[in-house]
């Protein structure tokens, strides 16, 4: 069972029914076993995780894991968690971490939030990447952006001293309600004034360039934890 019927809390995904291309299909089943990490209720041995001690790097929702499987390469001293939901984009990221031959990524198929709470021990995180989290566009929906002041909190308990967190998103309410949340939270400090310059080892999406080329706008925020 993926997720625990006793918890009533306020989601802020919707799981949904994808198609499998064959190639997904063909990745969960040959690279699933080496690389996806069940959730289970007890803090996860990094080490063991991936056979060496290295600096850990927590993405939640990933997508279809272009952006994680780019950073992963990028920087191969440090190891990737990526947590995602949806079937199709853990099959996408599986399929790139064999073309690329990534050692240093792993992957949880489950609800970010337990995660955390279960299985990342405290202060034990380098760092965060979110984006482009669900912006929840209408007003009565935002309830259930991801980006609130308790979820932030928590972010911050398993982040290590001078760990940061890195948000994105292309909605301009959601970037102002992300930048007042992040600057609120007392032990976390801006590393720009306001928003970030977009950092180079995140890549530009193919429908994030297409929206640069509209006129619409790309929010970066980096703040680094105390």
């Known amino acids: 069972m993926l997720y625990d019927p006793t918890e009533h809390r306020i989601r ?15 990745a969960l089943s040959d690279l699933g076993p080496q690389f996806m990490v069940e959730h289970q209720k007890e803090a ?30 990028l920087m191969p001293e440090k190891d990737f968690i990526g947590v995602e939901v949806h079937t ?31 299985m990342i021990p405290a202060a034990s995180l380098a760092g965060v990447h979110i984006y482009f989290p669900d912006p929840w566009h209408k007003a009565r929906h935002n309830k259930r952006r991801l980006i609130q002041a308790p979820f932030v909190k928590t972010l911050c308990e398993h982040l290590a001293p001078g760990g940061y967190i890195h948000l994105a998103t292309d909605w301009e309410d959601y970037a102002v309600q992300m930048l007042e949340v992040l600057s609120a939270e007392p032990v976390l400090q801006n590393t720009a004034e306001g928003y970030a310059p977009q950092p180079a080892y995140r890549p530009l999406t193919k429908f994030e360039n297409r929206g640069l080329k509209l006129g619409h706008g790309v929010w970066d925020l980096v703040f680094t934890k105390k």
């Open 88 to 118: 199709p984009g853990v099959g996408s990221l599986l399929k790139l971490i064999g073309e690329e031959g990534l050692t240093n990524l792993r992957v949880i198929q489950h609800d970010a939030v337990e995660v955390l709470r279960d």
């Open 12 to 26: 802020s995904f919707v799981t949904r029914a994808g198609r499998l291309s064959t190639a997904q299909e063909r």
């Open 44 to 73: 996860l041995d990094f080490e063991k995780t991936f056979g060496r001690k290295a600096p850990l790097i927590l993405e939640i929702g990933f997508g279809m894991g272009g952006t994680t499987a780019h950073i992963a390469k």
